[in-house]
């Protein structure tokens, strides 16, 4: 079982809510996606905790941190990010994010080179495609408005209703995810998605902007399809690797599905730093 302590630090009026493993290691903070909250990365800290300094923070408006307030932008959880790395006297962390956290690793990677090591981005939201008139414009819409009202359900439904849909819809997932993405899903706050540019500026914008050493992981059922990652590619202009691997069996949650293979891409990677 995961050993963590819990803490709260208050950045530019918000509060932030962590969990952190401690020691004297190398510091290795864990950015969740959007509606998860910072424990949904416990399988994950479970195998790094042994080796780094783990560091699990919920986002704001999930887990304990403070909800959204009405000048939220997603740029802010970069900025909270670095303002917490910089509350806990955190030198040269490892970044790694999932979906929005992926997103926001990227944000502190371009606006505070200084900061990371080295990141890591679990199928961040890099997509091309744009719709191309007015009916592909309604079926985008349309996809919003469902994907809202299946937030939005989650907050009407116990604990066990919400594990008992996630085993049915996810038969990959090991219980243990099961519950911690039930209990997250009780947590968040559904004024998050007021915002739907999780992704903006467009990851084209960003990618030459990275410095340091990044590791892509992607699926073949993911967000980032191999066109993006090999135009991410050719886009790259550090001096410091971009490395991509692609895990087949998966979907969006690569780590939830196919977690051993994720676990020997991360620490492939790590060993290589």
Same mark, same amino acid.
């Given at each position: 079982?995961?050993?963590?302590?819990?803490?709260? #630090?208050?950045?530019?009026?918000?509060?932030?809510?962590?969990?952190?493993?401690?020691?004297?290691? *190398?510091?290795?903070?864990?950015?969740?996606?959007?509606?998860?909250?910072?424990?949904?990365?416990?399988?994950? =800290?479970? #195998?790094?905790?042994?080796?780094?300094?783990?560091?699990?923070?919920? =986002?704001?408006?999930?887990?304990?941190?403070?909800?959204?307030?009405?000048?939220?932008?997603?740029?802010?959880?970069?900025?909270?990010?670095?303002?917490?790395?910089?509350?806990?006297?955190?030198?040269?962390?490892?970044?790694?994010?999932?979906?929005?956290?992926?997103?926001?690793?990227?944000?502190?990677?371009?606006?505070?080179?200084?900061?990371?090591?080295?990141?890591?981005?679990?199928?961040?939201?890099?997509?091309?495609?744009?719709?191309?008139?007015?009916?592909?414009?309604?079926?985008? %819409?349309?996809?919003?408005?469902?994907?809202?009202?299946?937030?939005?359900?989650?907050?009407?439904?116990?604990?066990?209703?919400?594990?008992?849909?996630?085993?049915?819809?996810?038969?990959?997932?090991?219980?243990?995810?099961?519950?911690?993405?039930?209990?997250?899903?009780?947590?968040?706050?559904? %004024?998050?998605?007021?915002?739907?540019?999780?992704?903006?500026?467009?990851?084209?914008?960003? #990618?030459?902007?990275?410095?340091?050493?990044?590791?892509?992981?992607?699926?073949?059922?993911?967000?980032?399809? *191999?066109?993006?990652?090999?135009?991410?590619?050719?886009?790259?202009?550090?001096?410091? *690797?971009?490395?991509? #691997?692609?895990?087949?069996?998966?979907?969006?949650?690569?780590?939830?599905?196919?977690?051993?293979?994720?676990?020997?891409?991360?620490?492939?990677?790590?060993?290589?730093?």
């Amino acid at each position: 079982m995961l050993e963590y302590t819990e803490g709260n #630090v208050k950045i530019n009026g918000i509060n932030i809510h962590y969990y952190r493993t401690g020691g004297d290691k *190398p510091a290795f903070l864990l950015l969740h996606g959007a509606s998860d909250n910072g424990l949904c990365w416990t399988p994950v =800290a479970e #195998v790094l905790a042994g080796r780094y300094d783990v560091i699990m923070p919920d =986002a704001q408006g999930h887990g304990h941190s403070d909800r959204i307030d009405p000048g939220f932008s997603f740029i802010n959880h970069a900025h909270q990010i670095a303002g917490l790395i910089r509350e806990l006297n955190i030198t040269k962390p490892i970044i790694m994010g999932h979906s929005m956290g992926a997103g926001t690793t990227v944000n502190i990677a371009v606006n505070y080179p200084e900061i990371p090591k080295a990141i890591i981005l679990e199928d961040p939201g890099w997509q091309d495609r744009e719709p191309t008139g007015p009916e592909e414009e309604e079926a985008r %819409a349309r996809e919003r408005e469902a994907f809202m009202k299946t937030f939005a359900g989650y907050g009407a439904r116990t604990r066990e209703e919400l594990m008992t849909e996630c085993r049915e819809n996810n038969p990959l997932w090991s219980e243990a995810e099961i519950v911690l993405w039930a209990e997250s899903k009780l947590q968040f706050d559904l %004024a998050i998605f007021s915002s739907m540019q999780i992704d903006r500026p467009h990851y084209t914008e960003l #990618v030459p902007r990275i410095t340091c050493p990044t590791l892509l992981i992607t699926s073949d059922g993911g967000l980032v399809t *191999p066109e993006s990652a090999r135009k991410a590619a050719s886009l790259w202009k550090a001096e410091q *690797p971009l490395q991509w #691997v692609e895990i087949k069996g998966a979907g969006h949650n690569i780590r939830r599905e196919q977690f051993s293979t994720f676990c020997d891409t991360l620490n492939n990677f790590l060993a290589g730093l």
